[in-house]
């Protein structure tokens, strides 16, 4: 499982995330701003193993920090062990 850097960065109103997944995960991907609030989910799903990239647009919000998060687990586990990994990104307007 892997979260990679958003590109561009720092971008304006759009940029991509990528993540790759080397097995069936269910899914979080969920932006934040620098508050650490809850802005938008990007992702709430399961998927199966592959490579992923989407486009987010930030037309809408102020320039800033901000921060995306990946969370995966499999929901059916009994351990509850997940992947969680944050990365940064600068929207400047």
Do not use: C, H
Not at 55 to 69: D, I, Q, R
Request: proline share 6%; hydrophobic share 35%.
């Amino acid at each position: 499982i892997q979260l990679f850097q958003n590109y561009p960065n720092p971008f304006n109103p759009v940029t991509s995330i990528q993540y790759a997944l080397g097995s069936r995960q269910f899914v979080q991907l969920k932006v934040y701003d620098i508050l650490g609030t809850e802005i938008e989910t990007l992702v709430n799903e399961e998927k199966p193993a592959g490579n992923y990239e989407l486009n987010w647009n930030a037309t809408n919000l102020p320039s800033g920090v901000y921060f995306y998060e990946l969370q995966t687990g499999d929901p059916s586990a009994s351990s509850g062990q997940g992947f969680v990994q944050t990365k940064k990104m600068i929207l400047l307007k």
